[in-house]
């Protein structure tokens, strides 16, 4: 699976680089397709890769492409050996012969692989239950620190759901409570014990034996890498312990992915409407903290860093609060969010110093004087501006979205 994966990331610096040498009037995606259809003769190893996931590549390249010019992502890139996701397409369902064998596990054909075992973790339209609207249309492999990972693409047909009738809510990531909501029903990972400093604990979803493990490796690593001399690889030791504090992050991650996918399902069958933050960047922790084999500088100094990180996991949230709002016959409704954490949710008032420590918001206002946990303030605010009309129309939403390296955003395309 690894040479596979590496063999369609090979191919996408191959997509891109041909994209970036030829002349704006001459791209098209015939002339990518020849090019790959080509180096898949040319360069033996390549052959690894089936042909359809080849295909699949440029599919996908051609796609990041379309989501930069709508707003949704930045420009492709090149993937580099070390950061980038491993992953491999399989674009056809019916050559994935899908088989349940046990309450828990099924089989599943990998092209080029053979049969591998999967865990079963949900209904999937496969034998009996699979006809023409309800079936599997294909599968992608994706590898994390704790290994590959199938996710099946499924197609179900699904009735139109009634509109749905319940009350407004405003959501705001916050920095203390993972998510703040306007009525005070806010949501929390339950098991979440806070720093000495009071911002939230960045692996608060370990539990105390992982969290020493945690600790441990973390000081065998910064050990080993004393030996190291300056410019030299790093030792196959100090690699492996890498990999072992990779693999607690995964978990956690995980974890973190199932606790979302957990809240926003019961968010979206409880409320009607559900009003969010606008936010422009999602990413943009990712130049300060660097990798875990080459961290940032000075990340705790650049400013509002654990806000950040949450804001990474946030941009999931709001994915799935938007896919699962429209499946509840619900909406989601995104508000410009200037001074929602510095506003005062009972009169207005923006002040500065209103907000006390990062937990609590006192209001400067002597007529005033709300007092109330920072997260939940702002979460009224984004309520409140929604229900004034301020919520972004898509498409102001998809300008205000954009953003390019180096070139200028343009309005229309
Ligand atoms: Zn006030």
Known sequence: MDDQAHAARAMWNQLHNLWQMTPK?????????????????EIDWYAVLPAQAAQAVLKTYMQAWKNCWDGRAEEPTFKARIRSVMSVD????????????????????????????????????????????????????????LGWHIAFRVQTLELKPEPHTGLEVGIDAGVNLPLALSDSNHQDHGRAPRLPDGTADRDKLLNPDEKAKLLRLEQRAAHRKSFRKPRERNAN???????QIKQLRARATRRAVDWQHQTTTSLARTYGTVVVEALTITNMVKSARGTVEEPGKNVRAKSGLNRAISQEAWGRTVTMLTYKTARFGGTLHKVPAPNTSRRCSACGLIAPGSREDQATFVCKNPDCGWEGNADHNAARNIL?????????????????????????????R
């Open 384 to 412: 409140h501006l929604y229900r004034m009309g301020h919520a972004l129309i898509p498409a102001a939403g998809r300008a205000v979205a954009r953003r390019t390296r180096g070139v200028k955003p343009t309005t229309a």
């Open 90 to 145: 399989i674009p056809q369902g019916r050559d994935l012969q899908i088989k349940r064998v046990h309450r828990r596990w099924g089989m599943a054909n990998i092209p080029k692989v053979g049969r591998v075992r999967f865990r079963w973790t949900r209904d999937l339209p496969v034998g009996k239950a699979a006809d023409k609207e309800n079936r599997i249309t294909g599968a992608r492999l994706v590898k994390d620190a």
């Open 237 to 243: 030791r100090l690699r492996t312990t890498y990999d």
């Open 25 to 41: 009037c001459q791209r098209s995606l015939s002339r990518m397709d020849q090019t790959l259809r080509q180096a898949r003769k």
